[in-house]
């Protein structure tokens, strides 16, 4: 049973903009941090953004500005609004969270930002 399922991936012109989601299952979403992560081919994933229970936000230096990340803990869903998209955030995007007593990713959906 999936218990983390991301969308909104996609293609996309350099300057455009997406809105990733990823919904979570269960009771624990709302009592922890989570976070967005990103990994492009041949590379180590690293984190984009987090945000606490609370809503207190931190992000990467690559993405400051141009990214929010945002949680509806009424809908167990955080979401990454992407802005101002460049080629090099190219990369397959996964979120971070709570699934019962073990953090868990979601599948992972692809970006791509491309004339």
């Known amino acids: 049973q999936v218990q983390l399922v991301e969308s909104g991936g996609g293609l996309v012109q350099p300057g455009g903009s997406l809105r990733l989601s990823c919904a979570a299952s269960g009771s624990s979403f709302r009592f922890y941090a989570v976070g967005w992560y990103r990994q492009a081919p041949g590379k180590q994933r690293e984190l984009v953004a987090a945000?606490?229970?609370?809503?207190?936000?931190n992000y990467a230096d690559f993405v400051k500005g141009r990214f929010t990340i945002s949680r509806d803990n009424a809908k167990n869903t955080m979401y990454l609004q992407m802005n101002s998209l460049k080629p090099e955030d190219t990369a397959v995007y996964y979120c971070?969270?709570?699934?019962?007593?073990?953090?868990?990713w979601g599948q992972g959906t692809q970006v791509t930002v491309s004339s």
């Open positions: 945000i606490t229970s609370s809503g207190n936000t």
């Open positions: 971070n969270a709570p699934v019962g007593v073990v953090m868990r």
